[in-house]
């Protein structure tokens, strides 16, 4: 089964950058919505070097078609040299809120 809708995944150094982009995507109609949890904690090698950062997780629900627009525009407004952007598939989900997803796309 192919997925028509996913998420995608991506983290932010502070939660006013996470606002902003989310914001301009959702404007840009690239991502119907995106929910925000602040003060994840991550722990990372980052060049050569064990790191330990708060970050705030962002998901985006988009279409699958919408999804490579949507990761270059996200890599074109975030702040981190290597963003993690990655993509999960919605599988399954309640029809009306799929739908709605791809209306407001």
């Known amino acids: 089964m192919e997925a028509k809708y996913v998420t995608v995944y991506t983290t932010f150094s502070s939660k006013e950058e996470a606002k902003k982009i989310a914001k301009i995507l959702i404007s840009e109609h690239l991502a119907a919505c995106a929910n925000l949890v602040d003060k994840m904690e991550s722990i990372y090698v980052w060049k050569d ?9 962002c ?3 988009t279409t699958l078609s919408q999804s490579e627009l949507l990761m270059q525009r996200l890599k074109e407004l975030h702040s981190y040299d290597t963003p993690c952007i990655v993509v999960w598939p919605i599988l399954m989900g309640d029809p009306d809120y799929l739908e709605w997803i791809r209306n407001s796309l």
Request: charged share 40%; no cysteine; proline share 0%.
């Open 59 to 61: 998901f985006l629900k």
């Open 49 to 57: 070097q064990l790191e330990e950062s708060e970050e705030v997780v």
